[in-house]
C-alpha cells in the first residue's frame, strides 16, 4: 500500500475520469486516476503497466463516505477504460457471489469437503441462471413464488 501511495504522491495521472451516480438510495461520485506502474512497482509485480485509484465518495442512508480503491494492471488503458471493467467486476461480486453467499447461504453450507462443496456451488449457480432466465430479477421473489410449486418449478426447465 505504501509504495501505491508513493507512486501516487509522484506522479501527474496520464488519464483520469468522474462520473456521478444517483442509485441505489445513494449519491456518488467515481474518481478514476490511471498512474505509469513505477519502476519499483514493476520490479516487484512483473508486467506491471498501470496503477489506477478509484476515488468513491458521497451519501449513503444519509452517511457521507469516503473510499478508496488500488488497482495494479498489466494492460495500459484510459481512465474510462480501467472505470468501466472494475464497474463491471463489482456487478459480477454483486450480482453473482453475494447472491450465492446471502441469498443461497452458500458460506453457512453444513459441508466442507470440496466434491459436495463443489456440486451444491454448481446447483445454485444452475438455480441463479434458471430464474434469471426465466425473468426473476429479484430471487428472493423467485423462491418465495416458486419454493413449493414443484410443478410450477419443473416448467421452468421446458420453457423456451
Known amino acids: ?15 483520469q475520469t468522474e462520473s456521478p451516480d444517483l442509485s441505489h438510495g445513494r449519491q456518488l461520485t467515481r474518481r478514476v ?3 505509469r506502474a513505477s ?14 485509484v478509484v476515488y468513491r465518495e458521497g451519501i449513503r442512508e444519509q452517511t457521507p463516505f469516503q473510499t478508496v480503491s488500488f488497482y495494479l494492471s498489466s ?7 480501467f472505470g468501466l471493467g472494475i464497474r463491471q467486476h463489482r456487478d459480477i461480486e454483486n ?3 453475494w447472491v450465492k453467499d446471502v441469498i443461497f447461504e452458500e458460506d453457512d453450507a453444513p459441508f466442507s469437503e470440496f466434491t459436495p462443496a ?6 445454485r449457480g ?3 441462471n434458471l430464474f434469471r432466465g426465466n ?11 416458486l419454493g413449493n410449486d414443484l410443478s410450477r418449478l419443473l416448467s421452468l426447465l421446458t420453457t423456451n
Do not use: C
Open 1 to 15: 500500500m505504501q509504495q501505491f501511495q508513493a507512486a501516487v504522491d509522484h506522479q501527474v495521472p496520464i488519464s
Open 33 to 35: 486516476h490511471v498512474y
Open 39 to 52: 519502476p519499483q512497482l514493476s520490479q516487484t509485480w512483473k508486467n506491471a503497466q498501470s496503477l489506477v
Open 75 to 81: 494492460l495500459s488503458a484510459t481512465a474510462v477504460e
Open 95 to 97: 450480482g453473482l457471489h
Open 118 to 123: 463443489l456440486n451444491w456451488s454448481t446447483i
Open 126 to 128: 444452475f438455480a441463479l
Open 135 to 145: 425473468g426473476y430479477a429479484s430471487l428472493t421473489k423467485a423462491i418465495r413464488i
